[in-house]
């Protein structure tokens, strides 16, 4: 079964907050995913990855960095956060095209 | 542009009643379509997935969905639906090749009743 962990699963931070999301999947998968998920509107792809060092841009990367500092690890970073990025993350990893999510991270922007 | 479309945003069913969720997809060429579950609290799991061939394809705990390509659509299906049913359920459609990059819909929120 196709592990991937979320750290933290939740966070809360202020407006102009320095965010960094985690993921690790432990399956040696070559990509990793970042999507967003929000009411009305589903899933969106804020980043992807196909291997260390690797960054691709997914349909809604303003606001976001991501970085693949191994073939396990996988960060989200909000150098500067703002109120519309309150979402709930998730961080995937792929095998064959079957997607396998972590359990999510809650972030809230004051 | 390549996109799916969910036009229920949500569905209430009794228990041991039928249940089809609609999805409507927009892909140039052929699509390789899925369908994953969200349970309360959880992240999302794969239901079933389309690749070119049989248009109908099984998944778990009993979901079915069928393709259409003259109806762009890839509509899910169950007989009888249970309680453990209760979940938000996404279609989404493979638009970036090898990459295994999904684009989804906005989701439907499946609500059980006894």
């Known amino acids: 079964e196709a592990a991937v962990t979320q750290s933290p699963r939740n966070k809360v931070t202020v407006t102009g907050g320095n965010v960094t999301l985690s993921c690790r999947q432990t399956?040696?998968?070559?990509?990793m995913y970042w999507y967003r998920q929000d009411t009305g509107h589903g899933l969106r792809l804020i980043h992807y990855s196909y291997g260390a060092g690797n960054l691709q841009i997914g349909d809604v990367p303003d606001g976001y960095k991501a970085t693949r500092t191994t073939q396990e690890d996988f960060f989200l970073l909000l150098e500067l956060a703002s109120p519309s990025q309150t979402s709930l993350y998730f961080c995937?990893?792929?095998?064959?095209?079957?997607?396998?999510f972590g359990s999510g991270t809650r972030l809230t922007v004051l | 542009a390549q996109s799916v479309t969910q036009p229920d945003a949500r569905v209430t069913v009794s228990e041991g009643a039928s249940l089809q969720l609609r999805c409507k997809y927009s892909?140039?060429?052929?699509?390789?379509l899925f369908w994953y579950v969200q349970y309360p609290r959880q992240g999302l799991q794969l239901l079933l997935k389309y690749y070119p061939g049989d248009p109908v394809v099984q998944g778990v705990n009993g979901f079915e969905a069928e393709f259409s390509k003259s109806n762009s659509s890839f509509h899910l299906r169950k007989a009888s639906v249970h309680w453990s049913d209760w979940a938000v359920y996404f279609c989404?459609?493979?638009?970036?090749?090898?990459?295994?990059?999904?684009?989804f819909g906005e989701g439907t929120q499946v609500t059980v009743i006894s």
């Open positions: 995937a990893s792929s095998s064959a095209e079957t997607l396998y």
């Open positions: 892909y140039f060429g052929t699509p390789y």
């Open positions: 989404a459609v493979n638009t970036g090749g090898l990459s295994g990059k999904l684009t």
């Open positions: 399956n040696s998968h070559n990509y």
